[in-house]
């Protein structure tokens, strides 16, 4: 709560959201040695290992240096815990093991992330009604409450997991959740990245995540999570031409070189422009992101995953109507391959083959 240390941090948590590491990390470095003894820098250094994760979640070259650091924030945390401070040091712990749960599960560690998130519910119990922490606390209770009711009916299988747990309440989560993403001072950007992500994703609303993704985007503009995002969104509420603007735009930094923008974000950027340029009938430009796509997924390990299948697809619907026949043959064949069976895109390439033998 020390309004010094605030200001000193808000320039390296300003330099992180906007991907400019070294700048950030020599800031919570400074602070590791004029408060050596403090869990904050230790946690923000942590919380920078988990950023650089964040625009392809499945690389794991990040996760040492992650927990390295958090686990450093769980020693001090629980240092001055036991010198009395157990406000100051159980809001510590509880974000540390939040953050560590967070990426086991992304892991499918589901015992270590339960056990995670077991330590900051316990944790966040010392800090709680305390009047100068607000907002700070309630983001992990706002949470708590959206996803403990979310996960077990999405994920059936979690729910043995999720009876250890304390009841929730999804709309009071939300309520919490928005609240938090006004008014925190350490955890508002965080606030407002669960917020857009849950509006667009778990609501299916992308309209109510749009504001928030234009802001975050142009309050960070070399994010590449918050580039990407807002670009999805704008392409999902059919804003095709702002959507073309912000996808070139992505492809431009991955050109030049900008940190994080990389692979995972030029598969979903080339995509969209490849389904843009189809809806306006401009098919070699279609074709030529849509192959660009499928490049990006190969280096991904994304080759199941919709983008590409979808990329795929079209590139043979695009061959079959330059009487291309056998490379359309050749791409309906790669999805019906690489697809579940249930999968749309299976199915239509199933179809789209029957069809073709009976021409």
């Known amino acids: 709560m020390d309004i010094n240390i605030q200001i000193e941090s808000t320039e390296g948590i300003n330099y992180m959201y906007n991907f400019d590491f070294a700048r950030a990390d020599g800031q919570f470095n400074w602070l590791k040695k004029k408060y050596r003894w403090h869990p904050l820098p230790y946690f923000m250094l942590g919380l920078s290992q988990w950023w650089r994760m964040v625009p392809d979640i499945n690389n794991t070259s990040f996760d040492d240096a992650f927990f390295s650091f958090m686990d450093s924030s769980l020693v001090a945390s629980q240092n001055i815990f036991d010198k009395g401070s157990t406000v100051e040091g159980g809001f510590f712990l509880s974000a540390t093991y939040a ?4 990426v086991h599960a992304e892991r499918s560690n589901w015992t270590k992330a339960a056990a995670a998130g077991k330590n900051a519910l316990k944790y966040l119990d010392y800090c709680r009604e305390k009047e100068e922490y607000g907002s700070e606390i309630l983001f992990g209770d706002a949470l708590y409450n959206y996803y403990s009711v979310w996960i077990p009916e999405n994920y059936p299988l979690l729910k043995p997991i999720m ?3 304390k009841n929730g309440d999804k709309e009071l989560g939300m309520k919490q959740l928005k609240k938090v993403a006004n008014n925190a001072f350490f955890t508002r950007t965080e606030a407002q990245y669960f917020l857009m992500r849950i509006l667009a994703n778990e609501e299916e609303d992308p309209m109510s995540a749009l504001p928030i993704a234009q802001y975050l985007s142009q ?3 070399n994010n590449p999570y918050f580039h990407r995002f807002y670009t999805q969104t704008l392409y999902r509420v059919r804003r095709l031409d702002e ?9 431009q930094k991955l050109d030049s070189g900008y940190v994080g923008y990389e692979s995972n974000n030029g598969r979903y950027a080339s995509f969209f422009l490849g389904e843009i340029y189809m809806k306006k009938g401009m098919k070699s430009e279609a074709k030529k992101y849509y192959e660009r796509a499928i490049e990006f997924g190969l280096e991904v ?3 199941k995953l919709g983008y590409h299948l979808y990329s795929l697809l079209n590139l043979g619907k695009i061959a079959f109507q330059e009487d291309e026949r056998e490379l359309a043959e050749d791409y309906f064949k790669q999805v019906k391959k ?4 249930k999968h749309p895109s299976h199915q239509l390439a199933v179809r789209y083959l029957k069809e073709m033998k009976q021409l």
């Open 99 to 102: 953050f560590m749960g967070r």
């Open 338 to 341: 690489l697809a579940k069976g």
């Open 243 to 251: 959507a073309e603007v912000e996808a070139k735009s992505i492809l």
């Open 163 to 165: 009876m250890f747990f």
């Open 219 to 221: 309050t960070f503009p």
């Open 301 to 303: 390990n994304a080759e």
